[in-house]
């Protein structure tokens, strides 16, 4: 593993210290948003995290390394390559290691790379999960069977409606993955703040989801908590609007053929595009807010 693993020193010393750390994503970077933003975003959540009394860990598969903790010089890198850079979940990791090509990690990659490293908080924006027409499709997130099995807490606004939130949780439950609403009933839904379907568990201090993963892991419970955490109201979108997008770019998927790991990329940059630039906002605005969530139970675990 030490042949691989590539921690940044200053997170390496963080986790012997115990220090709280929080692991973040790259295919957000790479995949999820549009040059500039992801750039500006990923260095804004970063320094988010640092403000709150944390450090961050952003992750990435760079030059034949997993790399723990980017530099700004990396993130750009990364950013500005965009869809160029392989989108790895857990199949893709070792392939893209093999090769020393630039690989971004999904949830589950991060997942990975965050328990190999010692890492037990996660901040991301949205999760991948079972998608609509799964029953025909088999299109399921391995990023829910990471959560089953990797003992990472993945703080993120719920899952988008791109996807079936009632098969999700469904697979979830099955899973034994908790869902834990941060000061909700009802899990939210990325860019509006409810879904209709609810948590499994409301708590709302970052000191009770902290008590409740300490129970969760020191009893012996290996795997994935998801603690999902609101849109803040003012960024919340119209679900009309938002609706209305996931429709049209859900229509554009089947006429297109598109499948595989090329779907939730499809979806979600034909959504920001039929949006205009205001769910790319929210989409900022969200990860924040989940940025800061992540680095408050960090601290009070
Ligand atoms: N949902 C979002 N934004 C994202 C993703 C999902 O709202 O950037 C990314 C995450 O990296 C997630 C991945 O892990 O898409 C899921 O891809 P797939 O459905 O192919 O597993
Ligand atoms: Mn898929």
Known sequence: MQKYLDIHPEIAAAIAAGKPVVALESTIISHGMP???????ALKVEAEIRQRGAIPATMAIMDGKLKVGLTEAEITRLGKAGQDVIKCSRRDMPFVLAAGKMGATTVA?????????????????????????????????????????????????GAKSILDIGLTREYLETQGVPVVGFGTDDLPAFYTRESGHAVDYRLDTPEDIAEALRS???????????????????????????????????????????????????????VAELTGGSSLDANIQLVLNNARLGADIAMAL
Request: glycine letters at 12%; hydrophobic letters at 45%; proline letters at 5%.
């Open 35 to 41: 040059f500039p933003q992801n750039v500006e975003t």
């Open 109 to 157: 990659g991060t997942m990975i790379m965050a328990a190999l490293a010692g890492i037990r908080v996660f901040a991301t924006g949205g999760i991948g999960g079972v998608h609509r027409g799964a029953e025909t499709s088999f299109d399921i997130s391995a990023d829910l069977q990471e959560l089953a099995r990797t003992s990472v807490a993945v703080v993120c606004a």
């Open 216 to 270: 969760k892991w020191g009893m012996g419970l290996d795997g994935g908590v998801v603690v999902a955490n609101p849109i803040p109201a003012e960024y919340a979108m119209p679900k009309s609007v938002i609706d209305g997008a996931i429709a049209q770019a859900l229509q554009e998927l089947e006429e297109q053929g598109v499948s595989g790991k090329a779907s939730t990329p499809f979806l979600l940059a034909r």
